[in-house]
């Protein structure tokens, strides 16, 4: 999964940065089970499209939906460049059908 | 459903009019030469002074915003006051009034008193009770952006105006939807939004000055009038507006009071009642959703889900069901202290809104609650 661009970029008094990404493949249930590889994934189905979470604790968390091509990221600013190497790692490393990783 | 940020959609003749201010060369009094232009600021401001009831019409000024309004009221009653003196707000305020008045508090030029409510409602007693001597200003949000409660400020008006302080009443959330003619009330200054329930754009506010020689003008520059003059004139309204006016702005602010006029704010008020009844009572029976005033004077209504974040359910709510609401603090931090909620979601509806927009939200809501039970 690669990024296609930056939607936008916010630093919130709490110490974080949300970023807006635009992504080539959709999410998929099978990314998200990739992802909990790495973190906490929380999926909230029964809606008119599920809504799914991550976080890496101290490091990023994600949000967006499901069937989506938008990843909404928060990062921690005092890891942000760690953990945002962390999060494109995780994203170049994907492949659907192929859930395992060695990046961590 | 977040018009207590900016209503939309807008009617069609206020989209209509911003558009139509650009087919011809604007009427602007000393700056040009153009005499056949319709004359929209003059327009607008007879509108909007009648409107609030204010029979002159000069002591209506425009400004870009409420925030702007309430600067330069704040700032401008401190200058024009010159020695330190006693403030008082609630803690249902906005920041708009909260950090002016602070500001001048670092700053040593007023002490501040914030009335620490426990209802939706600011008793008058508790404005009574603080005030002082040396006290100068009283700051009050008509409506409150939270919890959606009305205050009556005729009531605490006359209380404060008894004591001799400048009563100035933030009328951001009301006007337009509620019935307010600060003209005929105990108010000396009075502060509306023209891109809520005026049905304007963003950019274009403006307050109602009783007695202009107790406020300073903060801004200084050219008015097309007096140009050889050293200082602001003092004459109304160009002690106050200074600069080029915001001509598609202050049109649009004009057509939108004409839509709420020609609709009638009692009627305006009659059916956000009817849909905000609905939702209170809805929301209300839904499993761990938790409303923070079930009897709103205005159509504002702040809400949790136990167990959610409410940025989360604000987030869900767009991105599922196309369903726009506010999340967070809503610029209001000490209220959300009181009533104990680190940021709620807050739907507030305009007319423009239907009952079906409003059955939507509530299935939006049962659904997203539903998947944590």
């Known amino acids: ?104 | 459903m977040n018009n207590a940020a900016t209503t939309w959609p807008k009617p069609p003749e206020v989209l209509k009019a911003a558009s139509e201010v650009f087919s011809s060369p604007f009427h602007e009094h000393g700056r040009t030469t153009v005499q056949d232009a319709p004359d929209y600021v003059g327009m607008a401001r007879e509108s909007v002074a009648d409107f609030f009831g204010v029979k002159d019409h000069s002591h209506v000024i425009f400004t870009s915003s409420a925030t702007d309004s309430l600067n330069m009221l704040i700032h401008g009653f401190a200058s024009r006051y010159r020695k330190p003196f006693h403030a008082i707000t609630t803690d249902l305020e906005h920041n708009s009034v909260l950090r002016p008045l602070r500001t001048l508090e670092r700053e040593e030029k007023c002490s501040l008193s914030i009335v620490r409510t426990t209802g939706p409602h600011v008793k008058h007693e508790e404005i009574r009770d603080l005030i002082r001597d040396d006290t100068a200003l009283v700051v009050i949000g008509h409506g409150s952006n939270v919890l959606g409660s009305v205050q009556d400020i005729e009531a605490i008006g006359k209380l404060v105006r008894k004591s001799g302080a400048f009563f100035l009443v933030d009328g951001a959330q009301t006007a337009g939807q509620f019935p307010v003619e600060p003209g005929k009330l105990p108010v000396d200054a009075f502060v509306f939004t023209g891109h809520k329930s005026l049905f304007g754009l963003p950019g274009t506010g403006g307050f109602y000055l009783r007695s202009p020689e107790q406020v300073n003008p903060v801004r200084q520059g050219g008015t097309g009038v007096d140009s050889s003059g050293k200082y602001q004139p003092d004459e109304m309204p160009i002690k106050f507006e200074t600069g080029t006016p915001n001509f598609p702005g202050i049109a649009a602010l004009n057509a939108g009071t004409g839509f709420v006029r020609r609709k009638g704010v009692d009627t305006i008020l009659s059916q956000s009642c009817r849909m905000t009844s609905y939702l209170v009572k809805a929301l209300g029976e839904i499993e761990g959703v938790r409303l923070y005033n079930s009897l709103p004077d205005l159509p504002v209504i702040t809400f949790t889900v136990d167990g959610m974040e409410s940025e989360d359910i604000g987030f869900i709510l767009w991105k599922a069901y196309r369903v726009v609401v506010r999340t967070g603090l809503h610029c209001s931090p000490l209220i959300h202290e009181r009533i104990n909620a680190s940021g709620g979601v807050r739907i507030s509806l305009s007319c423009m809104n239907t009952m079906e927009d409003c059955e939507g939200a509530v299935r939006a809501v049962e659904e997203i609650s539903g998947t944590l039970q």
Request: aromatic fraction near 14%; charge should be negative; hydrophobic fraction near 35%.
């Open chain 1, 1 to 104: 999964m690669q990024i296609l661009k930056t939607n936008k970029f916010k630093r919130c008094v709490d110490g974080t940065v949300l970023k807006e990404y635009s992504v080539d493949e959709e999410v998929t249930r099978e990314l998200l089970t990739y992802f909990g590889e790495f973190g906490t994934v929380k999926i909230l189905d029964n809606l008119k499209q599920p809504f799914f979470s991550f976080s890496k604790e101290a490091y990023f968390s994600i949000k967006g939906m499901v069937g989506d091509q938008t990843l909404y990221v928060r990062y921690h600013e005092e890891h942000i460049e760690e953990a945002h190497e962390l999060f494109t790692t995780m994203l170049e490393q994907w492949t659907p059908g192929e859930i395992e990783s060695d990046i961590m």
